[in-house]
């Protein structure tokens, strides 16, 4: 079987194939229709019940394209067999969109097995590359093993209803890759590529904003209170990407280190505190009260997300004004909303103070003064060139 010996490299060249870039997107868009379904469900009042059930699928369907995109940015060698698994891996993702509805009215057991049937050929994968590639069997076989004790346990929760064993799975899995994070930095994520793909998800999941404003809208009657609260979701979104991208681009691109954890994950509260929104703004638009939560806890979760995966790249002394600006917003926005508690009253309110937010922060990140030193990476890095930022 040929070998081949590009890990060390961190090649830019793996997931570039012209079937990787059509297979990919796709990919990202039938993931993306799982966690719309997710949304979609709710039209009602949202309590902390729904929401943490809303989370329980959320995850695993984050950790699923996590899975995959990790697997094929680290060790994709455009063989057949490969593309032919992340193909057949659509049927039970695509399955998972169908039952996420009756997920959450109580019917688990489609998705759980549906989950199942995908993560396990996510351990076919990895048993590929462990066969085939002598430089990666080490951090192949640390993520098959943890992820095999992971589906066990997923396994036996479905087979007893018994969904602390499924709880166990997701943190065992997630533990995973910590635990063998040396390992993997010998097999870093591409420095372009994957960035790349963090941006797409983002922008899809984002997109669910826009998909839940133009439902409420063509459901109901157009009320100027409606007119107002879509016109400051759409405003909302638009600054949520713009802000997304401007990291991204100052931070993220070409600048990847390391094992790529921090960015990897750093992305679920992101994304779950984005497709929060998604929920709270439709339940503005159909002047739902009581969901008035959702969009500063969503807007919590994204500003955190934001902050802790940039705080590394921004220079010691802009750091502290950076994260005091983030608490102070989300201080007044939780006050803010707390004595309204309306439903499209919220989102207008939310939607200014983030806008202010954003030319304060804009200028901490943007006049920075000195360049910072180049500590992307999760552990201690060699290379310690100055990155300049503007």
Not at 7 to 32: C, H, K, M, S
Not at 129 to 157: N, Q
Not at 274 to 295: E, K, R
Not at 334 to 359: D, N
């Amino acid at each position: 079987m040929k070998q081949k010996n590009d890990l060390a490299r961190g090649n830019d060249e793996r997931g570039q194939t012209i079937a990787d870039r059509w297979i990919e997107p796709f990919y990202d868009l039938v993931i993306g229709t799982v966690i719309g379904q997710l949304a979609d469900v709710f039209t009602g009042a949202v309590y902390g019940k729904e929401y943490l059930h809303f989370c329980s699928l959320f995850i695993p369907a984050w950790w699923l394209w996590t899975g995959f995109s990790l697997y094929f940015d680290r060790f994709d060698r455009n063989a057949r067999f490969q593309q032919a698994l992340l193909l057949l891996s659509l049927i039970p993702i695509i399955l998972l969109s169908v039952k996420a509805p009756d997920t959450l009215e109580g019917d688990v057991a489609g998705f759980t097995w549906f989950y199942a049937a995908a993560r396990i050929l996510l351990l076919g994968l990895y048993v590929y590359i462990i066969w085939v590639d002598e430089e990666a069997r080490k951090p192949a076989r640390y993520l098959l093993i943890g992820s095999s004790v992971g589906l066990v346990f997923w396994i036996v929760g479905g087979i007893t209803q018994n969904h602390v064993w499924q709880v166990i799975s997701l943190v065992i899995e997630l533990a995973t890759p910590w635990l063998a994070r040396k390992s993997l930095e010998k097999i870093a994520p591409t420095e372009q590529h994957f960035p790349q793909r963090l941006g797409m998800f983002t922008l899809i999941v984002v997109e669910q904003n826009v998909m839940g404003l133009s439902t409420s809208l063509s459901e109901g009657l157009w009320h100027p209170y409606r007119l107002i609260a879509a016109g400051c979701g759409l405003v909302l979104v638009i600054l949520l990407w713009w802000w997304y991208f401007f990291h991204q681009e100052e931070f993220l691109n070409g600048r990847l280190k390391g094992n790529g954890l921090r960015y990897s994950f750093g992305h679920l509260p992101l994304y779950l505190g984005t497709g929060t929104m998604a929920i709270g703004v439709t339940a503005a638009v159909d002047d739902n009260d009581t969901s008035w939560w959702m969009l500063v806890w969503g807007m919590t979760l994204y500003l955190a997300a934001m902050t802790w995966m940039s705080l590394k790249k921004i220079n010691a002394a802009r750091r502290r004004p950076y994260v005091w600006l983030t608490g102070i917003t989300l201080t007044f926005m939780w006050s803010a909303a707390y004595l309204i508690q309306l439903g499209w009253e919220t989102l207008v309110v939310i939607t200014g103070i983030y806008g202010l937010y954003l030319l304060l922060a804009y200028r901490i990140i943007k006049d920075q003064g000195e360049p910072v030193p180049d500590e992307l990476s999760d552990t201690e890095d060699d290379s310690k060139q100055p990155l300049q930022i503007g």
